[in-house]
């Protein structure tokens, strides 16, 4: 599956974007997917994850902040954020898969950069 990110820019602290995430297929036959995230410097690292179902994972850092969703419909999943901080900056990878531990080795976007000023 071919997966397209938009969305990405630059914000303040305390703004909000929205990612999206554009499938070539119908995303309602894709068990999971989900948004990695690398910063320079650091590890890449798991931020959300939405099954089929539509039952959510996130990771601490970014619960009440960050709300994933899929549209099966316009075959899109979405990062909305809100309340940005500094530490989000990073490259947001959009990512399909079979199911949450094995994730990363499925499809991946080009990504998407975010960047949040202090």
């Known amino acids: 599956v071919r997966l397209v990110e938009s969305g990405g820019g630059f914000m303040h602290s305390g703004g909000s974007l929205t990612l999206s995430c554009a499938t070539s297929g119908s995303i309602s036959s894709i068990p999971a997917m989900g948004w990695y995230r690398q910063a320079p410097g650091k590890e890449r690292e798991l931020v959300a994850v939405?099954?089929?179902?539509?039952?959510?994972y996130y990771r601490d850092s970014v619960k009440g902040r960050f709300t994933i969703s899929r549209d099966n419909v316009k075959n899109t999943m979405n990062l909305q954020m809100n309340s940005l901080k500094p530490e989000d900056t990073a490259i947001y990878y959009c990512v399909a898969g079979v199911d949450r531990d094995s994730l990363s080795r499925g499809s991946w976007g080009q990504g998407t950069q975010v960047t949040v000023s202090s």
């Open positions: 939405i099954s089929s179902d539509a039952s959510p």
